[in-house]
């Protein structure tokens, strides 16, 4: 099945820095990557999406890049606020049936 | 638009014992919904994809006579824990899908089995 890894595993920042998390999967047949964000005690959001067949996409603070070749994708978060504090996830998905999840990243942005 | 809830949110059981929990998607017909497992600070492990009106597909590793998954209509899928163990306490989340890639999420049901 698919593997997803992803780092770094914790992550701090200072306000306004950008943020990198990057993921990378073991099958090639992966077409389908979201970006989930769970703050403490909530359930997971998707904030962001990309597809097989666009190298990157981005919406306002967030952006994502996908190189296939390699097997990896990034989740970038400029400006960072403290809000933006919390538990991200990368999945991806073969078959639009079957979702593998990334170990996740713990971010914290100091004020 | 697309909220999915759970029940229960929480539940405490004694080691033996069956759980049940219910998946709703309340706005929208779902036809898959998933199901995972979450431990502490960790990561999302998916368990089985539901379609409705169909056998769930289990992943690997997954006891399907441990973990019942029924699918009966558009809006529910049940999860039924039977004969709950210590080792089965975790996090159980449940996401519906109504047609395209986007799945969405319910707030979780925290499973403690005594």
């Known amino acids: 099945g698919e593997n997803v890894e992803q780092h770094p595993s914790t992550l701090s920042v200072q306000e306004g820095d950008s943020a990198v998390i990057k993921c990378t999967y073991s099958d090639s047949a992966s077409n389908y990557f979201p970006w989930y964000k769970q703050e403490l005690g909530k359930r997971p959001q998707l904030i962001i999406d990309?597809?097989?067949?666009?190298g990157e996409k981005k919406d306002q603070r967030i952006a994502v890049t996908l190189n296939k070749t390699a097997k990896h994708f990034s989740l970038h978060i400029t400006e960072t606020q403290p809000e933006d504090s919390a538990v991200y996830f990368c999945a991806a998905s073969p078959t639009g049936n079957q979702f593998y999840f990334g170990t996740g990243t713990s971010l914290t942005v100091i004020p | 638009g697309a909220v999915v809830s759970q029940h229960p949110s929480w539940v405490i059981c004694k080691s033996g014992t069956s759980v049940k929990i219910e998946c709703r998607s309340l706005d929208f017909q779902a036809t898959t919904m998933f199901w995972y497992r979450q431990f502490p600070k960790q990561s999302l492990m998916l368990m089985a994809t539901s379609n409705e009106g169909s056998k769930a597909t289990y992943e690997q590793g997954v006891e399907k006579d441990k973990f019942l998954i029924n699918h009966a209509s558009l809006t529910l899928s049940t999860l039924t824990v039977t004969s709950a163990h210590p080792e089965d306490s975790s996090f159980y989340i449940c996401s519906a899908r109504q047609g395209g890639e986007t799945q969405y999420f319910g707030p979780g049901t925290r499973l403690l089995v005594l």
């Open positions: 990309i597809r097989s067949n666009v």
